[in-house]
């Protein structure tokens, strides 16, 4: 079976239009995420987590001042949460409900942006 022919790729001005990042975040961020994932080998297995939350603050951060208005509380409340070290350090069982916290609002976020509500079914 032939394959499909690939999309044609819009042209720079547009695409720079549609990026949430710039290309120096972009780095960055991809910087943060590859040196974590080698530095954890070698780390204690619960610092996954916090790295992955510390790599989604950034990244919230970063795109904020491209962010909608619908989007910011979600993206402040997640750099509110990622810079909270005194519960990762701490109390382990607190972190682990601050984090599910933090799925319960995100979930929220997103059945409110794709038109959905708790009790429909999909």
Known sequence: MPSKPA???PPPQARAAAL??????????????????SIQMSEAAEN???RLLTA????AGMITPQAGEGLL?????IERQ???T????????????QVDDLCRTL????????GLTETQTV
Not at 20 to 37: G, H, I, M, P, R
Not at 107 to 114: K, N, V
């Open 48 to 50: 996954a987590p916090k």
């Open 86 to 97: 005194a519960v990762q350090a701490g109390d382990p069982d607190a972190y682990a409900a």
């Open 20 to 37: 949430v990042l710039s290309e120096e975040d972009a780095v960055e961020l991809l910087a943060y995420l590859v040196t974590a994932a």
């Open 73 to 77: 509380p979600l993206l402040a409340e």
């Open 7 to 9: 999309a044609p790729t």
């Open 82 to 84: 990622a810079g909270d």
């Open 107 to 114: 979930a929220e976020h997103l059945l409110t942006r794709l």
């Open 56 to 59: 989604a603050g950034r990244l």
